[in-house]
Nanobody
Framework: QVQLVESGGGLVQPGGSLRLSCVVS????????MGWYRQAPGKQRELVAD???????NYAESVKGRFTISRDNAKNTATLQMNNLKPEDTALYYC??????????????WGQGTQVTVSS
């Protein structure tokens, strides 16, 4: 089983910063991809950023230049540094990890979500 625990959400004013963290635990060989998604009320869940085990990153256009994703493979953690936050960044943010259970099988797990609210 693979578990994800997120932390770091909260209320921040426009232009402010927040840092989200995700820790993955459980029984697996390694983690292939770690990413952050978000879902605002009435909208579909969307990819914010992800990072491969090799460090290749991918960002939504709306967050490029403002958000930075990183990971620590030794600690099975991923971090999303969010700067210059805007009201439209308000959403429930979810961590997702694709864990490699063995050479043939992977398992995608989600965290419970952490709320980010950007408001003055």
């Amino acid at each position: 089983q693979v578990q994800l625990v997120e932390s770091g959400g909260g209320l921040v004013q426009p232009g402010g910063s927040l840092r989200l963290s995700c820790v993955v635990s459980g029984s697996f060989f390694s983690i292939d991809v770690m990413g952050w998604y978000r879902q605002a009320p009435g909208k579909q869940r969307e990819l914010v950023a992800d990072v491969s085990s090799g460090g290749n990153t991918n960002y939504a256009e709306s967050v490029k230049g403002r958000f930075t994703i990183s990971r620590d493979n030794a600690k099975n953690t991923a971090t999303l540094q969010m700067n210059n936050l805007k009201p439209e960044d308000t959403a429930l943010y979810y961590c997702r990890a694709v864990a490699r259970l063995n050479l043939m099988n992977t398992y995608a797990a989600w965290g419970q979500g952490t709320q980010v609210t950007v408001s003055s």
